[in-house]
C-alpha cells in the first residue's frame, strides 16, 4: 500500500497531502496544523481543496465531514495555516452549525471563491457565502432554493435536498467570477 497516511493527532489519511515530484512522495502538510478535536473523528477531515492556478503555494481546504471545523489557507505551500472566520457562520451544532464545505475559486480571478455550507441539522444548503479578497472576510450572497420534484416531495426547499452531506457541488463560470453554480439533488 503506497498511501500516504498521518501519523498524529491520529493515524489515518485525514489530511491534505503534497508531492513535489511528480507523486512519488508525499508529505502531509495539515496534520498539526489545523484544529482537531481527538474526541471526534470527522471534524479534520478534508472535503474539498482549491488551489491558486496563479500562486500554487497558496491552498485553500474545507474541513469537517458530519462535524463542524471551517476553512483553512495557507500561502506557503502548507508550512503554516490560518482559519478564516470573518463573515463566515458559526460552526457551533445547535447554532447555525454546520457539516460539509464545498469550495470553488473562480478561475479567472483567485481572489473570489464560493464557499457551500450544508446545514447541521437538516443537511440541506445553509446557503453560499463569497469573499472577493482571498478570504479576508465572506458575505453570505444566496441559499439557493429547489424546484426538483423530489425535494419538494420530501419537504426539502433548497438545491441540496437532505444530502448536502453528500450531494454538494459548487462551480464558478470560467471567465465571469460573479456566476456560480451549486447542486447537490437539483442544480
Do not use: C
Not at 55 to 75: E, M, Q
Not at 103 to 127: C, H, I, K, R
Not at 163 to 182: C, E, I, K, S
Amino acid at each position: 500500500n503506497n498511501l500516504p497516511t498521518e501519523t498524529t493527532p491520529d493515524v489515518g489519511i485525514n489530511a491534505v497531502f503534497k508531492s513535489t515530484n511528480d507523486g512519488q512522495t508525499w508529505t502531509d502538510i495539515t496534520t498539526g496544523k489545523v484544529d482537531h478535536d481527538p474526541r471526534f473523528t470527522f471534524d479534520n477531515i478534508p472535503t474539498d481543496l482549491a488551489v491558486s492556478p496563479f500562486s500554487p503555494d497558496t491552498l485553500y481546504a474545507a474541513f469537517g465531514f458530519l462535524r463542524s471545523n471551517g476553512i483553512w489557507k495557507t500561502v506557503n505551500g502548507g508550512l503554516t495555516w490560518t482559519k478564516l472566520t470573518n463573515g463566515l457562520p458559526s460552526p457551533i451544532p445547535g447554532s447555525t452549525g454546520y457539516n460539509r464545505i464545498e469550495l470553488a475559486m473562480a478561475p479567472s480571478n483567485s481572489s473570489v471563491l464560493y464557499a457551500s455550507f450544508s446545514d447541521s441539522a437538516s443537511n440541506e444548503s445553509l446557503g453560499i457565502w463569497k469573499t472577493v479578497n482571498a478570504g479576508n472576510s465572506w458575505t453570505k450572497v444566496t441559499t439557493p432554493l429547489s424546484t426538483a420534484p423530489r425535494n419538494i416531495s420530501d419537504g426539502r426547499t433548497t438545491v441540496l435536498g437532505e444530502q448536502g452531506f453528500y450531494n454538494n457541488a459548487l462551480r464558478v463560470h470560467p471567465t465571469d467570477p460573479n456566476t456560480v453554480f451549486a447542486g447537490g439533488i437539483d442544480i
